[in-house]
């Protein structure tokens, strides 16, 4: 199957920045999309941004100007650079990758943005 292994979650002050990262491997499909999704507490998981096989992104709203995804298709790794955090952006990062409609995800790596 996939596994994804999340890195680089920790505690930042706001305004301070982080970089994520997510290695996959197992049976990865030259097509797919990888993404990163979190979730706070008492709160749904949600999407924060997606680059596809192409590099095609899309992001969360609440990010754009702030986040970048970025991946490297050679190491199966996916990378969120996250800059003026804020807050609110304290949660559970997951590094999800979908591939002929099937979802994996990560454990999860704890962001917490606090002064």
């Known amino acids: 199957q996939v596994q994804l292994v999340e890195s680089g979650g920790g505690l930042v002050q706001p305004g301070g920045s982080l970089r994520l990262s997510c290695a996959a491997s197992g049976s990865i499909f030259s097509i797919n999309v990888m993404g990163w999704y979190r979730q706070a507490p008492g709160k749904q998981r949600e999407l924060v941004a997606a680059i596809s096989s192409f590099r095609r992104t899309n992001y969360a709203d609440a990010v754009k100007g702030r986040f970048t995804i970025s991946r490297d298709n050679a190491k199966n790794t996916v990378y969120l650079q996250m800059n003026s955090l804020k807050p609110e952006d304290t949660a559970v990062y997951y590094c999800?990758?979908?591939?002929?409609?099937?979802?994996?995800w990560g454990k999860g790596t704890l962001v917490t943005v606090s002064s």
């Open positions: 999800n990758l979908e591939q002929r409609s099937v979802d994996y």
